[in-house]
C-alpha cells in the first residue's frame, strides 16, 4: 500500500506519487528538456504551493454495492469503477460532498448507470471549487431528465452539503459518454460559481474549462505575463482563452485584446467575467482559432502579442500559419503537453519564430502531467 494514497495503484492517476516531490520535479523538468529544451533554454521548474488538496475539480463515479451506493474512482484504464472514499489530490470538501452524495443517491434510489446494460441512471458527479471565495458547484451527470422526487431530492441535497452554492443535473444521452452534457438543469443557487485569479473576478459554468491549480495558475499567468512584456500600448491576441482569463489579466496592461474559444458556453462567461471586471478593452468570439486567426488576416488586423494556450493536442499547423501571418512581434505559448508544444514550437521556428526560454510549473503534483510556458520571437 502507498503511504500517499491506499488507492494509487489500482487508479493509477497519481503516477508519480511513488517518487518523492523533488525527484517527481525533476523528472518533469527532464521531460522539459526533452521537448521544448532542445529549441531553448530550460529554468528551473516552479513547484506546486500545494501538493495535495489542490484539485479545485473533482470527478467522481458511482457503483452499487449490495445495499449501498459507493463512491469511487475509476480502475486505471477501465470504466470499472472502484470504491474509494476520498482521493489525495482532492479537497477535503470534495471528498466530503461525494460521500454524502452516495448516501443521498441510495436513499433516493438513484442508480448509477451501466453503459453496457444502459441502466441505471447516474453518470458521474463534478464538483467544481472555487479557492478565493469558498463557492461550490456539483454537477451530477445522469443517463436522461427523469429523476425521480428531484424536489426532495434537492431539499435533503442541501441539507447534507450545506457547503454547496449551487448544484446542477446535466444530461448526457450518449451511452458511453459519462462527462457533461449540455442539456442541465439547476436544482438551486446560480448554476455558476465565481472565482479570483490575480485580483480579476471569474465567473464559470459546469462546463468551462478552469486550471485545476488556483496558486499555482495564479503564479503561471504572472509569468506567462511577464514574458509578454506588455506596456500598455499592445494589440493582444488571446488564443483558446477558456472562460477569458489570460485576456482579461492582460488587458490591463494593453491596448486591446482579441480573444477566442471554441465553448459557447466558456465565451458566454468570458463576456460576463469582462463586464464584471470593468474591461472594455477585450473582444471575445465564439470560434475556432484557426477560422478566427484566418479572418484576423484577412483583415490585415494588428497583432502585437499572441497568449496561445492550446488542449494537450497543441495547435494545428494551419493556425499556426495563420498566426505566423499575423506576425506579432511575441508569442507566449502556454502548454499542458510539452511534447505537442515541442512540435508546435519547431513548425513555428520555421515560420520565423525563435524559442527563447521555457519555463515549466507543475500544476499536478504527483501525476505525470507537466505545464510549461515558452516565449517566442519574431526574427
Ligand atoms: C488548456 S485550455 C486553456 C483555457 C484558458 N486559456 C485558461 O487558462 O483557462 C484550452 C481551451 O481551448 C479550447 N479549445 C479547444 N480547441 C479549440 C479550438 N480549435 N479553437 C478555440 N478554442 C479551442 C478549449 O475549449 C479550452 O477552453
Redesign the pocket.
Given at each position: 500500500m502507498n503511504d500517499f494514497c491506499r488507492y494509487a495503484k489500482k487508479c493509477n492517476s497519481c503516477q508519480l506519487c511513488n517518487l518523492n516531490y523533488e525527484e517527481q520535479l525533476r523528472h518533469k523538468e527532464n521531460i522539459c528538456r526533452k521537448y521544448p529544451g532542445k529549441l531553448c533554454a530550460v529554468k528551473k521548474i516552479s513547484p506546486s504551493p500545494k501538493i495535495t488538496g489542490y484539485r479545485n475539480k473533482a470527478q467522481f463515479v458511482y457503483k452499487r454495492e449490495g445495499k449501498r451506493v459507493i463512491s469511487g474512482l475509476y480502475k486505471s484504464a477501465t470504466h470499472s469503477v472502484m470504491a474509494a472514499d476520498q482521493c489525495a489530490i482532492c479537497t477535503d470538501t470534495a471528498n466530503t460532498i461525494t460521500a454524502a452524495l452516495a448516501k443521498l443517491f441510495y436513499s433516493f434510489k438513484v442508480m448509477p448507470y451501466d453503459p453496457y446494460t444502459e441502466r441505471g441512471w447516474l453518470k458521474s458527479v463534478v464538483i467544481r471549487e472555487a479557492a478565493a471565495t469558498g463557492e461550490v458547484m456539483a454537477v451530477i451527470n445522469g443517463a436522461d431528465r427523469i429523476f425521480p422526487a428531484k424536489r426532495t431530492f434537492t431539499t435533503a441535497l442541501q441539507k447534507a452539503c450545506p457547503m454547496l452554492t449551487t448544484a446542477v443535473i446535466a444530461v448526457n444521452r450518449d451511452r458511453a459518454k459519462l462527462f457533461t452534457g449540455k442539456q442541465s438543469e439547476i436544482l438551486f443557487g446560480d448554476g455558476r460559481i465565481t472565482d479570483v485569479l490575480c485580483g480579476e473576478k471569474f465567473i464559470l459554468s459546469p462546463t468551462?474549462?478552469?486550471?485545476i491549480n488556483h496558486d499555482q495558475?495564479e503564479q503561471l499567468?504572472q509569468k506567462a505575463l511577464e514574458l509578454a512584456g506588455l506596456s500598455g500600448s499592445e494589440v493582444v491576441l488571446?488564443?483558446?482563452?477558456?472562460?477569458g482569463?489570460?485576456g482579461i489579466i492582460a488587458s490591463r496592461r494593453a491596448k486591446f485584446v482579441h480573444a477566442?474559444?471554441?465553448?459557447p458556453a466558456?465565451i458566454a462567461d468570458a463576456k460576463r467575467n469582462a463586464k464584471l471586471n470593468g474591461v472594455e478593452n477585450i473582444r471575445f468570439t465564439a470560434?475556432?482559432?484557426?477560422e478566427?486567426v484566418r479572418r484576423l488576416t484577412e483583415k490585415d488586423a494588428r497583432v502585437d502579442v499572441a497568449?496561445i494556450?492550446?488542449?494537450r493536442a497543441g495547435c494545428?499547423s494551419s493556425?499556426l500559419n495563420s498566426l505566423a501571418r499575423l506576425s506579432p512581434d511575441r508569442i507566449v505559448y502556454?502548454s499542458?503537453n510539452p511534447e505537442t508544444q515541442a512540435r508546435d514550437l519547431r513548425i513555428l521556428g520555421r515560420l520565423g519564430y525563435k524559442s527563447r526560454v521555457c519555463y515549466p510549473f507543475d500544476m499536478f503534483p504527483h501525476t505525470n502531467h507537466c505545464e510549461s510556458i515558452v516565449k517566442l520571437t519574431r526574427g
Open positions: 468551462s474549462f478552469y486550471q495558475t499567468y488571446d488564443a483558446y482563452c477558456g472562460i482569463t489570460i477566442v474559444e471554441l465553448n466558456a470560434a475556432d482559432s484557426k478566427y497568449f494556450d492550446p488542449p494545428t493556425f502556454i499542458c
